[in-house]
């Protein structure tokens, strides 16, 4: 088995050749196989935005053991694909209460970068029961007046997730739902709870009655607006518009949460979210724009809660010499050099 020094070293040799593009921007680039077996997602698909079909859709199946770290890591490595966008969820804003409430519009991808990324997204939908559906569909809005410049029919968070555990591992549906929509698996983990689906990987709780971990799931809704597992226990099976992070570093030093989600402001993007201490459980979430009213907790032992510093994209990051890490990483304090770099 390779040592952590050595697969450093190799991270930092596969980079080398690529480092001059990575200084002229801010993605970067999925880690090559031999690194971090993965399947793209992008190569579940064939065809140009327009003429797209799902060639692969099948997941892999692993050791609960091994499933906690490799959700994380497959998390990062996403949001590095997808340009390392950070929403700091810990900034107080001031809102002039006299001031009439409008939706809030953040700026459009690119029409290059909607086009990097189509077959990364629709390759999120392969593993999702209606995903060929959906992508048929797309396809049509692509053939139109906007090309690849428009947006995705349907919001793609939940198929984000769903492909993370089925590349994590977690092949079977009975251990975890893959859907269109959240409220499919957050339903599932909420049987779980009641002794109702008992190979389900993930269990519902309300948010600080259990210590969060890397690797878990923290949900909010926003029709209904739920605030505990017990409002959604009474609507089961009901649609309902919910979205769901992944859990990817407790940062107890500065309270804090960071967690990966996908189409989150139109990317995969890390939500810094403020936290607070409670007794026997730790770190609990507070504030933000949206309530967290669900932590589905993963049937596993915890890694380490800094697992963000120590996935393999991070520590590439750290020790890619040319590649200059996007100012945000910094800003939030989520790249450091320092002892990780002492191991490149």
């Known amino acids: 088995m390779k040592t952590m020094k050595t697969i450093l070293l190799a991270l930092a040799a596969a980079l080398a050749a690529a480092s001059a593009a990575y200084a002229q921007q801010a993605v970067f680039d999925r880690l090559s196989p031999d690194l971090f077996d993965v399947m793209p997602p992008s190569e579940r698909v064939r065809g140009a935005p327009g003429t797209m079909t799902i060639q692969q859709t099948s997941c892999r199946s692993l050791p609960l053991e ?15 694909f997808f340009g390392f966008a950070v929403v700091d969820q810990t900034r107080i804003e001031t809102i002039d209460q006299g001031a009439p409430r409008t939706r809030r519009r953040w700026p459009r991808p690119s029409p290059e970068e ?42 793609w968070s939940a198929a984000f997730v769903s492909w993370v555990m089925c590349e994590g591992g977690l092949g ?36 600080g009655e259990a210590p969060i971990m890397p690797g878990d799931l923290l949900c909010s809704a926003r029709r209904p607006a739920y605030r505990s597992i017990a409002e959604r226990r009474r609507q089961m099976g009901d649609g309902a518009r919910t979205h769901c992070d992944i859990v990817v570093k407790v940062d107890a030093s500065r309270d804090r949460i960071l967690a990966i989600g996908g189409n989150v402001r139109g990317s995969v993007g890390l939500k810094l979210m403020q936290a607070v201490r ?19 907790k993963l049937r596993a032992e915890p890694i380490e809660p800094d697992a963000l510093d120590t996935s393999p994209t991070m520590q590439a990051v750290v020790c890619a010499d040319r590649f200059r890490a996007p100012a945000q990483l910094a800003a939030a304090n989520v790249v450091t050099s320092g ?4 191991r490149c």
């Open 114 to 155: 909607s086009a990097r990324v189509a077959d990364s997204i629709a390759g999120y939908w392969t593993v999702t029961p209606d995903g060929d559906w959906i992508l048929n569909n797309q396809n049509g809005v692509w053939n139109g007046s906007r090309g690849v410049r428009a947006r995705w029919r349907y919001p």
């Open 66 to 80: 091994e499933v906690r770290r490799r959700i994380v890591d497959l998390a990062v490595q996403e949001w590095g």
């Open 339 to 342: 002892t990780s770099a002492a």
């Open 278 to 296: 409670e007794p026997d459980v730790g770190l609990r979430p507070e504030g933000g724009r949206r309530r967290l009213f669900a932590h589905l």
């Open 172 to 207: 079977d549906s009975s251990q975890f739902q893959r859907a269109v929509a959240h409220h499919i698996y957050i339903d599932q983990a909420i049987r779980a709870r009641d002794d109702g689906a008992p190979l389900a990987a993930f269990t519902a709780y309300d948010i």
